[in-house]
């Protein structure tokens, strides 16, 4: 059973669509998308494109991030035809269109396909071609709280080593009173978890398969990586971290339980809202860490706004797409919402705006990690693959949420650093095998 959500000014433009005294029948969207806060905002202000489309009415699917990319997958390889647009990633576009589950997405002169970032515009592009519309791209980056460090004597350098966060989050750390010196991902998932995680072992030289596709959590830098990580959560991160992802972290941020968060770009907006953050005129920012090898610890990924090619509906779901990724959607939120709250991460014009400039103090450093991510050269050593916060082949959604459970498990200590690490290598190399690599 598919539930409704809609804001107030959307279902009124359903009804006027669908009870309209023309008696024409609208044409209804389903689109799936994340629970994030930047989709929640699009859905509330949806009733200005359904005023200037009558004829169109949005039905929303809204679901966490896992659920989301379960039902989204599933549906369009088994072309279930559920959804009109998915809310998709940057690993889903380039191997989901090779499989022709995509329309390829054209937009007239207005739209300025050449505004869009060009780190990004390719992640979502084959042989020059749009297969998906960035709703908002992210990398990642360190948020911290001043006040903190300066209660404790600490400068937060602009790009600081993983010695440093960890060495700070320790300090910081006043487990007493709630406030923990550090938050982090550690709910089992591809992109929940292994996100981060990926992103981090890159700066400490691991990788996810040598040149010849063997898995590599024997070697030592997973071990380091993966060692590091759960030291610092035991010593300095919150009660049920394994529990958590972006969403949980979030909340725990806002309400100043955090020293430190190091997470997506795209929540630099929300940790700095006075509306929605009881810390907004205490937060700082970095860029991600790294360990002294060239790599540092950020990942490169945008939400983006796709048309299966099950849809009935392609050109009311591509009218819809161009309007949720348009300047002029950019513009409707910094009306409604300020500036700070347009969706990040998508457009060269926008880190050019001097509005934005001076009501996101997070631009520069958002644009800086966004511009060093490289997807093709993502680790220290050669890979057969590209991808910084993931692997570009099918197998690895499943192989990669797999891998997430086990370092979940080590997190919240129902097993070792050690073990996790051999059963990550033990069901990476059986289904690699299975799925026949090296191919």
Not at 141 to 170: Q, S
Not at 362 to 384: C, E, G, N, Y
Not at 410 to 417: I, N, Y
Request: charged fraction near 20%; proline fraction near 5%; charge should be negative.
């Amino acid at each position: 059973m598919r539930v409704r959500l809609c804001a107030v000014a959307t279902c009124s433009a359903m009804a006027i669509a669908a009870f309209g005294t023309t008696g024409a029948t609208a044409e209804t969207l389903t689109i799936a998308t994340v629970n994030n806060g930047d989709m929640i905002r699009m859905q509330k202000l949806a009733g200005a494109f359904t005023e200037k489309n009558p004829d169109i009415t949005l039905e929303w699917v809204t679901l966490e991030e896992n659920v989301l990319r379960q039902r989204v997958t599933t549906d369009i390889a088994t072309k279930g035809g559920q959804y009109d647009i998915m809310t998709i990633g940057t690993y889903e576009v380039p191997i989901w269109a090779a499989q022709d589950w995509l329309v390829p997405l054209d937009f007239d002169a207005d739209y300025d396909v050449d505004d869009l970032l060009p780190a990004i515009r390719a992640g979502l592009s084959i042989d020059g071609a749009l297969y998906a519309a960035p709703f908002y791209g992210e990398s990642s980056f360190v948020m911290y709280r001043k006040d903190l460090f300066d209660e404790a004597g600490l400068e937060m350098p602009e790009a600081p080593t993983w010695d440093f966060i960890g060495e700070a989050a320790r300090k910081i750390t006043d487990k007493g009173n709630e406030i923990y010196g550090i938050c982090l991902r550690g709910k089992a998932g591809w992109g929940e978890n292994m996100a981060f995680l990926t992103a981090m072992a890159n700066s400490f030289g691991a990788r996810w398969f040598d040149m010849d596709w063997n898995p590599q959590f024997d070697q030592p830098q997973w071990k380091e990586a993966l060692q590091f990580y759960i030291d610092l959560m035991k010593d300095a991160g919150p009660p049920g971290a394994s529990s958590n992802g972006f969403n949980e972290n979030l909340a725990l941020f806002q309400t100043g339980k955090c020293g430190m968060w190091i997470d997506a770009t795209v929540a630099a907006s929300f940790v700095s809202n006075p509306d929605e953050s009881k810390v907004a005129d205490k937060v700082g920012f970095a860029l991600a860490p790294d360990n002294g090898l060239g790599k540092r610890g950020n990942w490169l990924w945008a939400w983006s706004l796709a048309v299966p090619a099950g849809s009935q509906k392609t050109d009311a779901a591509k009218k819809f797409i161009a309007w949720a990724t348009s300047k002029e959607y950019s513009e409707l939120v910094a009306e409604k919402e300020g500036w700070a709250n347009v969706p990040p991460g998508t457009r060269t014009s926008l880190y050019a705006n001097p509005a934005y400039q001076e009501a996101a103090p997070f631009a520069d450093l958002t644009l800086k990690s966004i511009q060093a991510a490289d997807p093709t050269h993502p680790t220290v050593d050669d890979v057969p693959y590209v991808g910084v916060q993931f692997v570009a082949i099918p197998e690895f959604q499943g192989i990669g949420t797999a891998v997430g459970q086990q370092f979940s498990a080590a997190l919240a200590g129902q097993t070792t650093v050690d073990q996790a690490l051999a059963g990550a290598q033990a069901l990476t190399a059986r289904e690699m095998q299975k799925a026949g690599y090296p191919k």
